[in-house]
C-alpha cells in the first residue's frame, strides 16, 4: 500500500494532470541522466525542442 502511494506521488509529481504528459520537472531530470551519459560515453547529444501553437486545443 505504501510503495503504490509512493509511486502514485512520484507520477503525479511529474505530469500534467490535464494532459498527462511528462512536466517540465520530469524533462530536466532526463536531460541531467542524458548529460551524464552523454559525457561517460564520450559521445555528442542532440536537443530538440518544439513549440507547439494551439497545444490545449
Known amino acids: 500500500m505504501k510503495r503504490e ?10 505530469t500534467d494532470h ?9 524533462f530536466e531530470a532526463a536531460l541531467r541522466r542524458e548529460l551524464a551519459r552523454a559525457q561517460r560515453s ?4 542532440s ?3 518544439a513549440d507547439v501553437d494551439y497545444f490545449k486545443r
Request: net charge positive.
Open 18 to 26: 490535464l494532459t498527462g504528459l511528462h512536466n517540465r520537472r520530469y
Open 42 to 45: 564520450e559521445s555528442w547529444l
Open 5 to 14: 502511494m509512493l509511486r502514485i506521488n512520484q507520477m503525479q509529481a511529474v
Open 47 to 49: 536537443l530538440i525542442i
